[in-house]
């Protein structure tokens, strides 16, 4: 599954990001499971609201975690997306 360009994700009705004060760490839940998260994806899955496409979450990452390569960091975020989409946590 591609990621394409018009794509502006946002989370499944069925997930949801909650952090766990115990873990000390964001979890993507979703019936009968759940998907803990490192400190990068949970900031990929906060930006995924609908209103963003993969150029504005990567261009906003960018800044926050400055001197990344963009063309590496969008490679990344690419995947990850992809990953949690084909899990049918995006739409």
Same mark, same amino acid.
């Given at each position: 599954?591609?990621?394409?360009?018009?794509?502006?994700?946002?989370?499944?009705?069925?997930?949801?990001? $909650?952090?766990?004060?115990?873990? $000390?760490?964001?979890?993507?839940?979703?019936?009968?499971?759940?998907?803990a998260l490192n400190e990068t994806?949970?900031?990929?899955?906060?930006?995924?609201?609908?209103?963003?496409?993969?150029?504005?979450?990567?261009?906003?990452?960018? $800044?926050?975690?400055?001197?990344?390569? /963009?063309?590496?960091?969008? /490679?990344?975020?690419?995947?990850?997306?992809?990953?949690? /989409?084909? /899990?049918?946590?995006?739409?």
């Amino acid at each position: 599954m591609s990621t394409d360009d018009g794509w502006r994700p946002r989370l499944a009705a069925r997930a949801r990001l $909650k952090f766990d004060p115990v873990a $000390k760490q964001e979890l993507l839940l979703f019936p009968e499971a759940a998907l803990a998260l490192n400190e990068t994806g949970a900031a990929i899955v906060r930006l995924c609201d609908g209103a963003r496409s993969i150029n504005e979450i990567v261009d906003l990452l960018s $800044k926050n975690y400055g001197n990344t390569e /963009r063309k590496a960091l969008r /490679r990344e975020v690419t995947d990850f997306l992809d990953t949690i /989409r084909a /899990r049918g946590l995006l739409q």
